[in-house]
Nanobody, 117 residues
Framework: QVQLVESGGGLVQPGGSLRLSCAASGFTFTMYVMKWYRQAPGKEREFVADISSAGGSTNYADSVKGRFTISRDNAKNTVYLQMNSLKPEDTAVYYC??????????WGQGTQVTVSS
């Protein structure tokens, strides 16, 4: 069955870094755009970044541009989110999503990122 398993979250001080991973299985990874979203307490889920199926094109939310980098390893069926210069407002549950069409997209279970001193 389809699985997206995020890992790498945790507690980090402001200014620190974390690298999230999302391991995919059960579908043809190379046919899907991969996306990261986040949801802070009391807020709606928001787009963070995405990467094209071959990895040649990326997009970022303005709030993370220049600090976060999305990448993928199609040989490992894994997408990454490198997060640098973390701020308290980056605190959220981070989700990865595999998207091909409206009717063919999958979500992971999420990983908590907490930025606090």
């Amino acid at each position: 069955q389809v699985q997206l398993v995020e890992s790498g979250g945790g507690l980090v001080q402001p200014g620190g870094s974390l690298r999230l991973s999302c391991a995919a299985s059960g579908f043809t990874f190379t046919m899907y755009v991969m996306k990261w979203y986040r949801q802070a307490p009391g807020k709606e889920r928001e787009f963070v970044a995405d990467i094209s199926s071959a990895g040649g094109s990326t997009n970022y939310a303005d709030s993370v541009k220049g600090r976060f980098t999305i990448s993928r390893d199609n040989a490992k069926n894994t997408v990454y989110l490198q997060m640098n210069s973390l701020k308290p407002e980056d605190t959220a549950v981070y989700y990865c999503r595999a998207y091909k069409t409206y009717n063919s997209n999958y979500w992971g279970q999420g990983t908590q990122v907490t930025v606090s001193s």
